[in-house]
C-alpha cells in the first residue's frame, strides 16, 4: 500500500504524467489501461508509474479541457471510458513538448558541458 | 457540476476494470490468478486513495466546507430557537431602522436633486432692499422681471419659472363630474430644464407661452391614468380648464420627480402655460429657477440681476428700483426647515445601533457562556483557534443574513409609508428610495457585526480552562469577566433606552400641548388668496378695486365672510415690525417696536379673532378722516398696568397718529409657540399707499370648494387680475408643525425600536439563564422551595442590573435633557412625571420580558435535570 511518501514522489513528476498521456494519446484514443501499458513500453520499462496516479491525472486533464472521454466497448467486449485528445489539448502538447526539449537541452548543457554534437 | 458528475460516474467501475484488465495480463503471463491479482493491485496502488485523490480533482474545497460549515451552524441555533429568535428580531429591528433612517437622511441631505446638472440648478427670489434680511420667499418674483430675464441673463444658461410657489387648485369640467385637481403653471422652458420628457405627443413649445396664445395642457402620468385610462388617442384632444378650452399636447413619464423633490409629494395632475408678457403689467408672483452656466457663481448672478433690475426699474415700473435678487442653491430652500430634525434622527439612529450591537453581544455573550465545554472538546481534538472562529463566524453571519434580510425588508416598508405620509410635508419625500449607499453601508455594518461576534464568542475561551470544559458537570459559566459584560451590555442598554423613552416622552407632550394652543383665530373653514393689482391699479383707484372685490367675493353663495389683510397670520410671511410710539414722547426703541397689519373691515370676523372692546374698522375709517388703530390684548394690558385707558390712546404709526378704536384677541404669527408681543392694526383705507399686494381671507363651510366661484368673482371685477394659490389657513398652521411632528415622531419610533430591543435582550438572556440553571432550580424545587422561589431567584439578577440601567439612564436623561429645549414647548426638559412615566413603561417592558421565559423554571422536572447526561 502507498504511504503519503509515495504519493508525493509521483507528485512531482505530476505534470510530466501528464504531459505523456497527451503524448499517448496523439496516437488516438485509449482507455486508461492502454494508457498505462503505452508509457511503460513506451519508455522500456524505464518508466514505471503507479497504476492509480493515472486517474486523478486524467480528471486533471479533463478538468482542464485538453482530453476528453466517451463511453465505448473495449477489445474484449467489456464497457470502458475511452479518452481523447482535444485541439486545445494537441495545442498544449505542442507547448509543453517544446519546453521540455528546452529544459532538457539546458540541464543536459550543465551536466556534459563539452559534447557540443 | 455537471462535467464533474458525468466524468466521475462509473469512476468504480473504470478503476475495477483497469485492475482487472492488469489482472488478465498478468494470468497471460503466467502467473496464478491470485498472484496475479495481487500484483495488479501492488501496481495500481491504494484504490480508496486513488478514489479520493480523483475526486479531490473536482473538489471546490471552500466552497464545499462553507456549505457544511453553514449547515452545522443552522442545526446549531435550532438547538435554541428561543435565542435564535431573539437575535434575529433583534437585528431586523435595528438593522430596519438605521437603513430607515439613514435613506432619510441621504436623500434630504446629500443625495443631489434629480434634475440634470442640479448642482447648477438655483433659485431666483426677489426682496424688498429696505427690508430687514428674511429668509427667501419662494414666489416672489414678477412677470415683468421675470420677462426681462429671459432674454437678457449671460450668467444664466436657462431659467423657468412658475406662478405662484406652489401648485394650484383647478376645476376641470366637461365629460364627467367637474373635479378639483392641482395644477402648475409654467413657463415654456421649465420643464426641458428640470429633465422632463413626454411618453407620449410633447412639450410646450416656444411660441405656446405667449400671451394669448391657444390654450394647451401636458398631463401628467398619474392623471392620465386614473381620468383617462390611459388612452393613447389623448393628444389632440380637449379639456375645459377653469371654463377655457385646453388641448391636450403630451403626456410626462411617471418618472418626472418635480412634485416629490420641491413640493413635499402632493402630485401635480397637469401644467400648464404660463403666459409670459414683457409689456403687460400683471403683478402676480412666480417661482424662478434657473440654471448657471458653467463656472458661474451664485454671486455673479446676483451681481447680473441687480443691474438688471435696474435696468428694469423705470417709467412705469420705477416703483421696482428698491428691489434686489437672491440666488440660493435648489436644495437649501426645499430642506432648511428639514436639516436639524434629521441631524437629530441620525443621533436616534446612532443609539440605535449601538444598542442593537450591544444586544447582540450580550446575547452572543450568554450562549457561547453555554458552549464553552464544546468548543474546549472540539479543541482539544486538534481543531485550531482559526477553524473554531470560521465556524463561530458563520454562524453569526447565518443569523446576521436572516435578521438583516428582515431588516431591509422593514426598511423597504418603513420608507413606503413614509412616502405616503404626505401629511408630513417631508421635503424632498419623493425621493425618497432604497438605494445602493443605503444597502452598501448595511451590507458593510452586517459583515463587520458578523466578523465581531464571531471574536465575542470566544472571549471567555482561556488556554487553562481547558480542563474545565471537559469534567462532566460543568455548570453555569464561572467566567467573571464574561459575566461582568453581560451584566453592562443589559445595564447600558437600560440607560439607553430611558433616555430615548425620556426625549420622546418630553417631545410627544409637546407636540400635544401645542396643537392644543389657541392661535388667536379660528383657521378652520378660511383660506387666503393673495390679489396684487400692482401696476394695473394706480394707487388712488386701489380702494375701489378692493372694495369691488370684496362685495363680489362676499356675495359669491354660502360665502360667510371675505376681508382682506397684509399677510394672513401665520402665513408665508411674517408680519412687520412696526413703530407704536405714544403721542407726543419720543422714539424709544427698546419700547416702542410692534408687529403691525394692515387690514380691511370685517378681517377680525372673517379671521376668527373676537374683538374684545370698541368696534371693529368700518367705511368711515378712509383718509382723510380721523386715523384710526386697533391693538391686541397685551398691548392693551400693558397699557393698562401704565394707568392708561387704551381705548383713549393715541400712537404715531406709520408717519400718522391715530386712535385707538378697539381691542382685539392676540393671534400667533410665525408659529403656535410664538410669545405674546404687541400687535397694532391700521385699516385699508388710512395705510401708505405703497402697500399694494394683500391676501384675500375668505370664510365659509368648505372654503376650497368655492375657490372657482371665488376667483370668477375676482375676475368680474378685473378680468385679468393674476391671483396666488388658494392655501387652507389650518394647512399653513400644519407646515409650521412640520418639523415638530417629524421630530417627535422619529424619536418616538427610535425609543419605541428602542424599548423592543431591551426586551428581546432581556427575554433572550433570562430564557438562556433558565436553561443554564436548570441544575440548580432543579435542586432547590427537590430541596422542597416553593415554586415562586425558583423564579425569583432567575429573576434576582437581571432585575438588579436593570435597576442599575435605570439609575444611570435617569442621570444621563437629566444631563441630556436641555439639549432639545428648543423642541420643547410648555414643558420643563426635566419634567418629573415624563420621567417617572418612561422609568415605569421600561421597568413594566423589562418585567414583562423577564418573566415570560421565568415561568418556565417552575415547570423543570427535577428529577430529569438532575440525571446525569
Not at chain 2, 437581571?798 to 435633557?817: H, I, Q, R
Request: charged residues 20%; hydrophobic residues 45%.
Amino acid at each position: 500500500m502507498s504511504t503519503r511518501r509515495d504519493r508525493d514522489r509521483v507528485d512531482l513528476l505530476q505534470g510530466t504524467l501528464d504531459l505523456l498521456i497527451l503524448r499517448t494519446l496523439r496516437l488516438g484514443p485509449a482507455h486508461g489501461h492502454a494508457i498505462v501499458k503505452a508509457i511503460e513500453y513506451g519508455s522500456e520499462n524505464v518508466l514505471l508509474v503507479e497504476q492509480g496516479s493515472l486517474y486523478p491525472a486524467l480528471h486533471r486533464l479533463i478538468k482542464r479541457g485538453w482530453i476528453t472521454f466517451e463511453e465505448g466497448t473495449s477489445e474484449n467486449n467489456r464497457r470502458a471510458k475511452f479518452y481523447q485528445l482535444t485541439a486545445k489539448g494537441r495545442k498544449q502538447l505542442d507547448l509543453e513538448t517544446s519546453k521540455w526539449d528546452t529544459l532538457a537541452r539546458a540541464v543536459g548543457r550543465i551536466l556534459r558541458p563539452a559534447s557540443q554534437e | 457540476m455537471r462535467r464533474a458528475r458525468r466524468a466521475l460516474s462509473g469512476l468504480d467501475d473504470d478503476i475495477r476494470a483497469h485492475i482487472e484488465r492488469e489482472t488478465q495480463e498478468n494470468i497471460d503471463r503466467g502467473l496464478s490468478p491470485e498472484e496475479a491479482r495481487r500484483l495488479a493491485l501492488i501496481r495500481f496502488g491504494n484504490v480508496s486513495l486513488v478514489h479520493e485523490d480523483t475526486r479531490a480533482v473536482w473538489a471546490r474545497p471552500w466552497l464545499d466546507d462553507l456549505w457544511s460549515t453553514t449547515r452545522i451552524a443552522a442545526r446549531t441555533w435550532r438547538r435554541t430557537p428561543v435565542l435564535a429568535i431573539a437575535i434575529v428580531v433583534t437585528l431586523a429591528l435595528g438593522i430596519g431602522a438605521t437603513t430607515t433612517a439613514f435613506t432619510l437622511a441621504y436623500s434630504v441631505l446629500v443625495q443631489q436633486l434629480p434634475f440634470p446638472n442640479p448642482d447648477r440648478l438655483v433659485w431666483v427670489t426677489t426682496y424688498d432692499s429696505r427690508e430687514a434680511a428674511s429668509p427667501a420667499a419662494i414666489g416672489s418674483n414678477r412677470l415683468p422681471q421675470f420677462a426681462d430675464w429671459q432674454h437678457h441673463l449671460t450668467t444664466f444658461e436657462q431659467v423657468g419659472a412658475w406662478a405662484g410657489s406652489a401648485p394650484d387648485v383647478f376645476t376641470v369640467t366637461g365629460a364627467g363630474t367637474p373635479e378639483r385637481v392641482s395644477g402648475l403653471r409654467v413657463t415654456q422652458q421649465l420643464l426641458p430644464m428640470l429633465g422632463a420628457s413626454p411618453v407620449i405627443g410633447r412639450l410646450f413649445g416656444i411660441d405656446e407661452d405667449k400671451p394669448r396664445a391657444a390654450q394647451t395642457v401636458v398631463l401628467s402620468h398619474g392623471y392620465w391614468q386614473r381620468r383617462f385610462a390611459s388612452r393613447t388617442d389623448i393628444v389632440g384632444e380637449s379639456i375645459t380648464i377653469e371654463n377655457v378650452p385646453h388641448t391636450v399636447i403630451g403626456v410626462l413619464s411617471p418618472l418626472f420627480p418635480l412634485s416629490g423633490s420641491l413640493f413635499a409629494g402632493a402630485p401635480i395632475d397637469m401644467y400648464l402655460p404660463l403666459a409670459v408678457d414683457g409689456d403687460d403689467d400683471i403683478g402676480g408672483f412666480m417661482a424662478v429657477v434657473g440654471r448657471l452656466r458653467p463656472g458661474v457663481s451664485a454671486e455673479q448672478a446676483r451681481g447680473e440681476l441687480a443691474s438688471r433690475q435696474i435696468a428694469l426699474s423705470v417709467g412705469k415700473w420705477e416703483w421696482m428700483a428698491v428691489l434686489r435678487q437672491q440666488v440660493t442653491p435648489l436644495a437649501d430652500l426645499v430642506t432648511r426647515n428639514a436639516r436639524s430634525p434629521v441631524l437629530l434622527l441620525l443621533g436616534g439612529m446612532g443609539c440605535v445601533l449601538l444598542m442593537t450591537c450591544v444586544n447582540l453581544a450580550n446575547l452572543l455573550l450568554v450562549r457561547g457562556s453555554g458552549r464553552r465545554r464544546e468548543i474546549q472538546v472540539r479543541m482539544a481534538l486538534g481543531a485550531s483557534v482559526g477553524r473554531v472562529l470560521a465556524q463561530m463566524t458563520v454562524e453569526s453571519a447565518l443569523l446576521v443574513a436572516v435578521g438583516g434580510t428582515a431588516g431591509i425588508a422593514i426598511a423597504v416598508g418603513a420608507i413606503g409609508s413614509l412616502q405616503r405620509a404626505t401629511w408630513l410635508s417631508l421635503p424632498r419625500i419623493g425621493e425618497l428610495q432604497l438605494g445602493w449607499p443605503a444597502i452598501a453601508t448595511v451590507g458593510i455594518i452586517c459583515a463587520t457585526m458578523s466578523v465581531t461576534f464571531g471574536s465575542v464568542a470566544l472571549l471567555h475561551l482561556r488556554q487553562r480552562d481547558l480542563m474545565d470544559g471537559l469534567r462532566p458537570h460543568p455548570g453555569i459559566t464561572t467566567d467573571r469577566r464574561a459575566v461582568y459584560v453581560q451584566r453592562l451590555a443589559l445595564a447600558t442598554q437600560v440607560a439607553i433606552v430611558i433616555v430615548l423613552a425620556v426625549a420622546g416622552g418630553l417631545l410627544l407632550r409637546s407636540l400635544a400641548r401645542l396643537v392644543d394652543v389657541d392661535p388667536g383665530f379660528n383657521p378652520h373653514g378660511a383660506l387666503a388668496i393673495r390679489v396684487d393689482p400692482a401696476g394695473r391699479v394706480a394707487p388712488p383707484a386701489r380702494l375701489q378695486f378692493f372694495d369691488q372685490v370684496l362685495e363680489r367675493v362676499r356675495a359669491v353663495p354660502r360665502v360667510e365672510s371675505a376681508a382682506l389683510t397684509i399677510h394672513v397670520p401665520m402665513g408665508d410671511r411674517p408680519s412687520m415690525g412696526w413703530d407704536a410710539i405714544p403721542e407726543g414722547r419720543e422714539y424709544n426703541p427698546t419700547t416702542d417696536s410692534a408687529a403691525g397689519r394692515i387690514v380691511s373691515p370685517e378681517y377680525f370676523r372673517t379671521v376668527g379673532a373676537r374683538i374684545l372692546e370698541g368696534r371693529d374698522f368700518d367705511a368711515r375709517d378712509i383718509r382723510p378722516h380721523p386715523f384710526v388703530m386697533a391693538i391686541n390684548e397685551t398691548f392693551a394690558r400693558r397699557l393698562r398696568a401704565d394707568g392708561i385707558d387704551p381705548l383713549r390712546a393715541r400712537f404715531r404709526v406709520l408717519g400718522n397718529v391715530r386712535q385707538v378704536v378697539a381691542i382685539v384677541s392676540d393671534a400667533k404669527d410665525r408659529g403656535l409657540d410664538d410669545s405674546a408681543r404687541r400687535e397694532v392694526y391700521i385699516p385699508i383705507g388710512q395705510a401708505p399707499s405703497f402697500f399694494q399686494s394683500y391676501d384675500l381671507v375668505v370664510r365659509a363651510d368648505d372654503p376650497m370648494a368655492l375657490v372657482s366661484s371665488i376667483r370668477a368673482a375676482i375676475w368680474n371685477v378685473d378680468r385679468n387680475q393674476a391671483l396666488g394659490t388658494p392655501v387652507a389657513l389650518e394647512e399653513y398652521i400644519g407646515r409650521t408643525l412640520m418639523p415638530r411632528r417629524l421630530l417627535t415622531g422619529v424619536i418616538s419610533a427610535f425609543a419605541g425600536i428602542a424599548l423592543l430591543l431591551a426586551a428581546c435582550g432581556v427575554y433572550g438572556v433570562v430564557g438562556y439563564r433558565v436553561s443554564q440553571q436548570m441544575r440548580e432550580i432543579a435542586i432547590r424545587l427537590a430541596l422542597g422551595a416553593p415554586r415562586r422561589h425558583a423564579i425569583a431567584a432567575v429573576l434576582q439578577d437581571t432585575m438588579t442590573c436593570v435597576g442599575f440601567g435605570l439609575a444611570v439612564g435617569s442621570v444621563l436623561a437629566m444631563a441630556t435633557a436641555p439639549f432639545i429645549r428648543t423642541y420643547l414647548f410648555g414643558i420643563e426638559p426635566r419634567d418629573a412625571a415624563t420621567f417617572v412615566t418612561a422609568c415605569t413603561v421600561v421597568v413594566g417592558a423589562a418585567l414583562l420580558a423577564a418573566y415570560l421565559p421565568a415561568r418556565r423554571a417552575p415547570q423543570v422536572d427535577p428529577i430529569a435535570a438532575l440525571r446525569v447526561e
